[in-house]
């Protein structure tokens, strides 16, 4: 008896179009999808062959043409730059330069702070003459008010003994 | 015309071999230039700098260089993706000029003389630039050494200093995005 071995890979889905320019750039297709499928399809694998002439082919093209002047003037440039090494460090300074200007500007025009006036009492109250008063009498003082109440105890015993 | 050009100063002393070695390579650094910038004159100041940065660390020697080639497209690169950084600020910024969409569309374009191929690389030129520009910086990056320079997913790993997973979903959504932008074009090819 003759057994038909089917091959699963003519079974597996077919490619799409997406998955197909994934491959082409490198990318693994998911699970399901088989590289083999590409072998057995004629349609996948038709696809996949005219894509990869595709790509073949715009990679034989040769690179497009750039202007020739366009390439001088990029020479000229970067040989006067590497020839005025000095002269682009110092513009490179010049927006720190700018800055601390503006700073040494700023505090230089400041303008100075208002002096506060003074205010002295235009009215002397009653309360005042007498606070002024007796501080004065403390002043004239010679003995300190603390001296009080000795100075009491010896006048009473002056006055028990006269008696 | 690199040999007509004369040095004097410091450059005089490294200019003969720097000046045959830029001469060599500068069309290839605009070209990569002008993909990722997609403006003729930001490429112009793009490769001026590259090889003004180019030349400052050979004088210096700040780094052993093994390939020379692919040590100057690395430096393009970065260059390239901090003027695209800067250019996020830019909202001013408008279409591309139409001489630079020209030299676009000579990249995209087929060489098949049939008129419908002709108008067909025309439409696919000038979406294919507004497409670019909606993807962010290392998209496009990724994509332009892959889809442009042929490079290797590993290479442009190592050139952007990613992995290559990482190298791989830019790619993805690069692929992605431009097919979602690029659809009506397709659809309307094949129908």
């Known amino acids: 008896m003759k057994t038909v071995k089917e091959n699963p890979n003519i ?18 297709p998911p699970l399901e999808l088989s590289a083999a499928h590409l072998e057995i399809c004629a349609e996948c694998g038709g696809r996949w062959k005219a894509l990869q002439a595709r790509r073949a082919e ?6 497009p043409a750039v202007s020739e002047d366009r390439l001088r003037a990029q020479r000229i440039a970067v040989f006067q730059r590497v020839e005025r090494p000095a002269a682009r460090r110092i513009w490179a300074l010049a927006p720190a330069a700018a800055t ?10 400041q303008a100075p702070a208002p002096v506060r006036e003074t205010r002295t009492a235009s009215v002397i109250t009653q309360s005042d003459r007498e606070l002024f008063s007796e501080i004065a009498a403390l002043m004239e003082q010679d003995e300190p008010r603390a001296a009080d109440p000795f100075r009491g105890l010896f006048d009473s015993n002056s006055s028990q003994e006269v008696q | 015309m690199a040999e007509q050009l004369v040095a004097t100063g410091p450059a005089k002393a490294a200019l003969a071999n720097f000046a045959s070695w830029m001469a060599s390579e500068q069309r290839r650094i605009y070209l990569l230039c002008l993909r990722m910038l997609g403006d003729s004159d930001d490429a112009d100041t793009a490769v001026q700098d590259v090889f003004f940065k180019a030349y400052r660390a050979l004088e210096k020697q700040e780094a052993e260089i093994d390939d020379l080639t ?6 393009a690169v970065n260059t ?5 950084r800067s250019r996020r600020w830019q909202f001013w910024r408008k279409r591309p000029k139409p001489e630079d969409e020209d030299v676009i569309l000579a990249m995209a374009s087929s060489r098949a003389p049939d008129a419908e191929d002709h108008l067909f690389a025309q439409q696919i030129g000038g979406r294919l630039k507004d497409a670019m520009e909606r993807l962010s910086e290392r998209q ?5 050494l892959r889809h442009h320079e042929d490079m290797s997913l590993d290479e442009i790993a190592t050139l952007l200093g990613l992995d290559v997973g990482t190298v791989k979903a830019h790619l993805a959504r690069a692929l992605a995005k431009l097919r979602e932008d690029l659809r009506d074009l397709y659809e309307a090819r094949r129908d």
């Open chain 2, 140 to 144: 496009r990056a990724v994509f332009t």
């Open chain 2, 80 to 84: 390239c993706l901090d003027k695209l």
């Open chain 1, 100 to 109: 601390a200007l503006l700073v040494v500007l700023g505090v230089a025009l």
């Open chain 1, 11 to 28: 079974a597996a889905p077919h490619w799409s179009e997406a998955r197909l320019i994934e491959r082409l750039y490198g990318l693994e």
């Open chain 2, 70 to 75: 692919r040590w100057l497209t690395r430096v």
């Open chain 1, 58 to 63: 715009m990679l034989s093209r040769p690179a």
